[in-house]
């Protein structure tokens, strides 16, 4: 099926196409070249005046896995009846299903989202939830950094080698995409009763350190030529003055590359009555000196949502803050623990307003948008839903000072917010959520419109959202238009037109699969045999699993 999309307006960074007027064309699946005047199209699309970009990539989302349904479970009265149930699929009206989420990022023109935090032993949960996802195609960050046997290698002197082939092992039986670390030692750290865990503090009974079990596996993934980062939850969470550890585990990077997450939870500096301050700006400063350090900012906004983390000091320590009044907090044999606290960020609150401003602190002050990523950490910062919105605070500055007019101005005055009048563009939103967030996943045959790419492609109607006033430029409603897709294509296929769904398609799980010596899966058996009550055939997601999984889901990423 050939396919023409003519006199589009198109944003494609790694083209160069900054609004550029330019035709595309899909062959079947993927974006081709012109194939000429002599080429019969079995569809043409007229986009005059409409914005297209590539499929949007969320690096960082929890949409899969224990966590989110302990969250599910957590909160029934969530899964309220929210969307038509136009096809006959299970719990299709639940609220945060896994239909609802593929609907809603396909509506805003997302093709692909990375569950960040797979917990090994919850592996084949994840893929089973992240298949039933449509229409997006999905990875999973497996984790690694406070489990038995990592910690007992580094223990005993293993070498970097036999590191190696333990996390390329895991990598391989979980089915990742990368590798995630959680406050690395911190949730063993967390069983002999430590409520904070810092960046040189040392593993009870193991005698390492966090910085030590970082460093560590960040080493292995670079040796083993895992394409994304190692993805780092840093230590100290959401505590004042964490910015120092922040800073601090850029300089442990070792100049090798490393991704930091949803750092708006580290941009936390201790001045102020309140002694609770933006430390946004000495963030910046230093991630501006450390070209190999990568991050997604984890937006807050306000309202209602439920925190979800393996970081279970972290969450330990806000359950007195859950609203509602309820919260689970578990730990697992294998790895290690967590919980789900809901809470309820609001705008009279000093503590919400600073974390909303320090977010856009950290977007409106960047000077390298193709290193700093669009996220909301969701749903810890707030659901994903919530991205349009973000997206016009960033792109209207009269917007953003209005909503400034909303929030706890004491807060507010203690950053440098009300004197940004930045305003993101197009080519910035398209580098962030597009070429830059494909690249950083190693995933390159998407997040551009080039020939050879895959043909998820997004169409937004600009003029559709745009109005004119007495003497001054038509202004943009961007969050309308960045809610409601005008066109959607997945993989060559029309899936939404006009922000609604019309045909749903099923995803591919994007995975690595990194060489290790199979004389680690000895130690591996051993050590399941010796210590936990989970059996190894029940490990991860094996051959065996495809009665439940299709095999030709997964497709393997190149090294």
């Not at 081709?32 to 969320?58: C, E, N, R, S």
């Not at 203690?414 to 967030?437: C, D, I, N």
Request: net charge negative; glycine share 8%.
């Amino acid at each position: 099926m050939l396919i023409k999309l003519e006199n589009g307006s198109i944003y494609d960074p790694k083209q160069n196409y900054h609004g550029n007027i330019a035709d595309l064309f899909i062959e079947d699946n993927v974006i081709v070249a012109d194939p000429g005047p002599d080429a019969h199209f079995d569809a043409v699309y007229d986009l005059t005046g409409k914005v297209v970009m590539a499929g949007a990539v969320d690096i960082h989302t929890h949409i899969a896995g224990g966590n989110v349904n302990t969250a599910r479970m957590l909160l029934p009265e969530q899964h309220r009846s929210h969307m038509a149930r136009r096809l006959n699929h299970p719990f299709s009206t639940a609220k945060w299903t896994s239909t609802d989420t593929g609907y809603r990022y396909a509506q805003m023109g997302y093709t692909t989202a990375v569950e960040p935090a797979m917990l090994p032993v919850n592996a084949m949960e994840v893929h089973m939830q992240m298949a039933d996802i449509p229409i997006l195609d999905t990875a999973a960050l497996t984790i690694l950094g406070n489990d038995d046997l990592l910690l007992r290698l580094m223990r005993d002197g293993a070498s970097q080698n036999q590191i190696n082939d333990y996390v390329a092992w895991t990598l391989n039986a979980t089915r990742g995409l990368g590798l995630k670390v959680i406050n690395a030692g911190g949730a063993n750290a967390f069983k002999s009763n430590a409520r904070q865990f810092a960046l040189d503090d040392i593993v009870p009974d193991y005698g390492v350190s966090s910085r030590q079990i970082l460093q560590t596996l960040q080493t292995a993934t670079c040796q083993l030529g895992v394409p994304h980062p190692v993805h780092v939850h840093c230590n100290n969470l959401g505590i004042p003055g964490n910015v120092e550890s922040i800073i601090d585990t850029m300089e442990a990077a070792q100049g090798l590359p490393m991704h930091l997450a949803h750092v708006q939870f580290y941009a936390y500096g201790q001045e102020g009555a309140k002694g609770f301050s933006s430390a946004a700006a000495q963030l910046l400063e230093a991630f501006h000196k450390y070209p190999n350090i990568t991050m997604d900012v984890g937006q807050v906004m306000f309202g209602q949502t439920v925190t979800i983390s393996g970081d279970v000091i972290a969450q330990f320590s806000r359950r007195n803050d859950a609203s509602p009044n309820k919260y689970v907090m578990w730990d697992a044999e294998t790895e290690g623990s967590g919980g789900a606290v809901p809470y309820r960020y609001r705008e009279a609150s000093f503590v919400n307003t600073l974390q909303w401003a320090i977010g856009l602190e950290l977007f409106l002050l960047n000077e390298a948008p193709e290193r700093l990523f669009f996220t909301t950490d969701h749903p810890n910062g707030a659901p994903f839903t919530s991205y349009p919105e973000l997206l016009r605070l960033l792109m209207d500055a009269d917007y953003r000072q209005y909503c400034m007019t909303l929030v706890n101005q004491e807060a507010l005055a203690l950053t440098l917010l009300p004197q940004l009048k930045r305003e993101y563009t197009l080519s910035e939103v398209a580098v962030m959520t597009r070429s830059s967030a494909a690249k950083l996943l190693g995933l390159h045959d998407r997040g551009h419109l080039a020939p050879g790419a895959i043909a998820d492609i997004a169409v937004y109607d600009q003029h559709k959202y745009s109005q004119g006033t007495t003497g001054r430029q038509s202004k943009t409603d961007y969050q309308a238009m960045f809610a409601n897709a005008a066109l959607l294509f997945k993989n060559g296929q029309l899936v939404v037109e006009d922000g609604v769904v019309i045909n749903k398609l099923t995803g591919l799980a994007q995975t690595i699969s990194p060489h290790y010596d199979q004389n680690i899966t000895r130690t591996v058996q051993n050590h399941f045999d010796r210590f936990y009550s989970l059996k190894l055939s029940n490990f991860g997601v094996e051959e065996a699993d495809f009665d439940y999984l299709d095999q030709a889901r997964f497709r393997n990423v190149s090294l």
